[in-house]
């Protein structure tokens, strides 16, 4: 039993993902807040992006448990 990075990885860009997801969906309509960014709400697109990795990071690390015998 070795040590596997990717849970406390996958956690952390989960947890991460889901605060600035909820934070940019909260503030979606607050135009002077993304005007800087061209008008893109990147906290929704980055959090969406750190949570879907971080999805994969954990699914990989039970994938790869569940293989060993």
Sequence with gaps: MGIDIKIPIGLMFTIF???LTAYGFFTRLDAAL????MGININLWSGLGM???GV????LAYISRSQKP
């Design 17 to 19: 993902g889901l605060l």
């Design 34 to 37: 993304y005007k800087p960014s």
């Design 51 to 53: 949570l879907i990795l």
């Design 56 to 59: 994969i990071m954990l699914a």
